[in-house]
């Protein structure tokens, strides 16, 4: 079978570098595009034009918006003196998808990590910090994944909010050994959110 023309190729060769799809899926992808232009297409191309023209992080929580301040950040009923902080953005849309949590959220943008020299500074614990005082919080959820990094990274939380009069809470059963938000079904993620205990 001839190699499809090089234009194609080097769609699927992008394709196949997004997470959850390899050569064989994107090579799906694509063909199914090709073959579908005005009704798929067409519309993803204008979708991803205009996405990476607006997408940019909150300046509050640390999602992606495509506003200066996300949805979930703008929304008063939100304000419930809850922060549930996750490591990065796909860990927030995993929370959200469960529907449980009505609070706001702050995205740290890693996990502490001695070996590849990721410190305090890097992360944005010293907005956590900032927000916990400014937006009379009442509970900090550590939504973080059960891995050692993780479990580093929410002591070291636990301990800078120590002293400040708030509830400090961790996800409970449910949430694997290793295991990390994004990968984990929506029931599990909510059973985990309901089952929280003092950290």
Same mark, same amino acid.
């Given at each position: 079978?001839?190699?499809?023309?090089?234009?194609?190729?080097? *769609?699927?060769?992008? =394709?196949?570098? !997004?997470?959850?799809? $390899? &050569?064989?899926?994107? /090579?799906?992808?694509? +063909?199914?595009?090709?073959?579908?232009?005005?009704?798929?297409?067409?519309?993803?191309?204008?979708?991803?034009?205009?996405?990476?023209?607006?997408?940019?992080?909150?300046?509050?929580?640390?999602?992606?918006?495509?506003?200066?301040?996300?949805?979930?950040?703008?929304?008063?009923?939100?304000?419930?003196?809850?922060?549930?902080?996750?490591?990065?953005?796909?860990?927030?849309?995993?929370?959200?998808?469960?529907?449980?949590?009505?609070?706001?959220?702050?995205? *740290?943008?890693?996990? =502490?990590?001695? !070996?590849?020299?990721? $410190? &305090?500074?890097?992360? /944005?614990?010293?907005? +956590?910090?900032?927000?916990?005082?400014?937006?009379?919080?009442?509970?900090?959820?550590?939504?973080?994944?059960?891995?050692?990094?993780?479990?580093?990274?929410?002591?070291?939380?636990?301990?800078?909010?120590?002293?400040?009069?708030?509830?400090?809470?961790?996800?409970?059963?449910?949430?694997?050994?290793?295991?990390?938000?994004?990968?984990?079904?929506?029931?599990?993620?909510?059973?985990?959110?309901?089952?929280?205990?003092?950290?």
């Amino acid at each position: 079978m001839d190699k499809a023309p090089n234009e194609i190729e080097t *769609l699927i060769t992008q =394709l196949a570098r !997004l997470p959850g799809l $390899g &050569p064989r899926s994107a /090579r799906r992808a694509v +063909l199914h595009l090709i073959q579908r232009r005005d009704m798929a297409l067409r519309p993803l191309l204008a979708a991803l034009e205009r996405v990476a023209q607006s997408a940019q992080t909150c300046a509050c929580c640390g999602n992606i918006s495509n506003l200066p301040l996300c949805e979930i950040c703008c929304d008063p009923k939100r304000a419930t003196g809850e922060i549930c902080v996750v490591e990065d953005v796909a860990d927030l849309w995993a929370m959200e998808r469960g529907a449980v949590f009505k609070g706001r959220y702050h995205v *740290l943008g890693g996990t =502490l990590s001695a !070996l590849d020299a990721v $410190g &305090p500074e890097d992360l /944005r614990i010293p907005d +956590l910090m900032a927000r916990v005082q400014a937006e009379g919080v009442r509970e900090v959820i550590l939504a973080l994944g059960a891995t050692v990094d993780g479990q580093t990274t929410a002591h070291y939380i636990a301990d800078a909010l120590s002293g400040l009069g708030l509830a400090v809470t961790a996800l409970a059963q449910g949430v694997p050994m290793g295991g990390e938000l994004d990968y984990l079904d929506d029931g599990t993620i909510g059973a985990a959110l309901r089952a929280r205990k003092a950290f």
